[in-house]
């Protein structure tokens, strides 16, 4: 099996970029034709078919960057390195909000991020870069911090593996059901922003048919304003891992990939580290821990792009295709990996498993939510609070509570609205009208006199938003009164745009003329007479791109735009023409 992905890596590193004598080298050598080498160098940003600059700085500017003032950044940067022939982009979500606004810079060898980025710092080490040596950059794994205390942690003597292992072999048929019964007795579910039951995925694979599966796990977090699978990358590699052990001693797989994306540095140095400590250790391999099963882990490094994160896009970079989104059904379940029934589950999500079988029935992980929810969570939070972070918490905590770990609003402002699912979902104000709810949900959340409900009081829960009629994820942006929600409508509109594959028509198109729409609000181009037209406009966009795009960046695209008109009228009178 060619690995075209690795290749066009090799190439890279060697000569600086994918030029065309290499790249028909390359495919000599490989046996590949010359169009299948290109098909997947074109698609992805990290491959190069040009020589790079000496120096690029990438500005992220997304939501929480955005909010600290990245785009003005960006202008002072362009304005100050012109002259020296460095260009300054705006860049997707490098995953670092907490510490936003985040700057990446690279050089043809190397990409170091600069964390709470001021103009001057990074003036300061482009120009070192540019006399031969980029300085230190911030890490995730900061100076004297200390390591984080979660309950998830079983530590990282692979227990719980090694005794499934054991039940494994003195009741190989009793073993995964009993395993499996208790993931849907805890009501695990998929942390990877669909909220899917992770039992059923489990089932569904072990009953598929065939000799040949695969265990794949999604560590693309590209989400802006999602960071928590960051952290557990960094500090706690061995959950994953193990939890992706479970799943091959189980469904008897044989081959796994950890997939990640490559800003994370350390994360992949951190797994990678893990993994060879698997191995010295027996855990992968042939006949492991004492049975005849065989699993062997890699590390897939992705070569970048939002689209990876959907799970069917993913499934075709690790096949060395461009990361566009399949037609389901089938499901990976059935026909996933080289058309195998396929595992593939979220970084958390398979963290939590070895937790919930090291105790039982799962009847201690339901057991830990609150207010009638089961199981437990992170959440990245970022935006106007004092201490944006990674908090591991019950599910069924209500959003005030979450603020509160997050040290309360910051610079004593009140809260105006929530990003409860990074872009996705849009935004929520502060009161949300009672007219606006599931009429269930609001008979059972408000008094008869309530006219709305206040956003404080929601209880986290992917069961709740789905009762609420919203969307719930990983990543929550908390705004204060002075923030714009019309210039964070547009940044997130702008991202998808950017993002998007290209591949369905409904995607392509709508993306750019909800950007297109956005770009024209910001500018103050519009009257109140053109956003009556457009507002029907966008309801219709949204509309079509629910019910055709093949994946879910086309059906969330409109939310950001869809949900300001929805919500924020008052601010978006204030960027129409007079």
Sequence with gaps: MTRIKQELDALQKERGHLDKAGLRALARRIREPLHRLHEVASFFPHFRLTPPPQVSVGVCRDLACGLRGSRALREELHAALHSDGVPVTHISCLGRCDRAPAVRIATPTVERNYLRAAATRVQDAVRSALDGELPAGDLDAREGAERPTWQIDVGNDYATARAFAERLRTDPDAAPREAISALESAGLLGMGGAGGRAYKKWSDVLGAPGDVKYVVCNGDESEPATFKDRELLLHAPWLTLEGMLL??????????????????????????????????????????????????????????????????????????????????????????????????????????????????????????????????????????????????????????????????????????????????GGFLPRRLPRGLLPPRFADEALSDDATHFDILDWELSIPTARAMGVMLGAGLVIYGDRADMVEQAVISTTFYRRESCGKCVPCRIGSAKLDEIGERLRARQLSARDMEAIRSEILALSSAMEETAICGLGTVASNPLRTLLGHFGDEVAGYLEV
């Excluded at 295709?321 to 589950?345: K, V």
């Design 247 to 424: 799943a091959g001693l189980l469904l008897g797989a044989e081959r796994g990939f950890v997939y990640l994306r490559h800003e994370y540095d350390e994360q992949i140095a951190a797994v990678e580290a893990e993994l060879k400590r698997m191995r010295e250790q027996g855990l992968t391999g042939t006949g492991i821990l004492g049975t005849d099963r065989s699993f062997e882990l890699e590390v897939f490094i992705s070569p970048g792009g939002y689209i990876c994160g959907e799970q069917t896009a993913l499934i075709e970079a690790i096949q060395s295709n461009r990361a566009e989104p399949r037609n389901r059904p089938p499901e990976l379940q059935t026909n996933g990996l080289w058309d195998r029934p396929t595992l593939l589950n979220n970084v958390e999500t398979f963290a939590w498993v070895p937790s919930i079988l090291a105790r039982g029935d799962g009847s201690w992980f339901a057991g830990a939510g609150v207010r009638g929810q089961r199981g437990m969570r992170f959440f990245s939070v970022s935006g106007d609070v004092a201490s944006p972070g990674v908090f591991e918490v019950p599910n069924g905590i209500t959003l005030r509570e979450l603020i509160e770990r997050a040290g309360g609003m910051a610079d004593g402002q009140t809260l105006k609205a929530v990003a409860a699912s990074g872009p996705s």
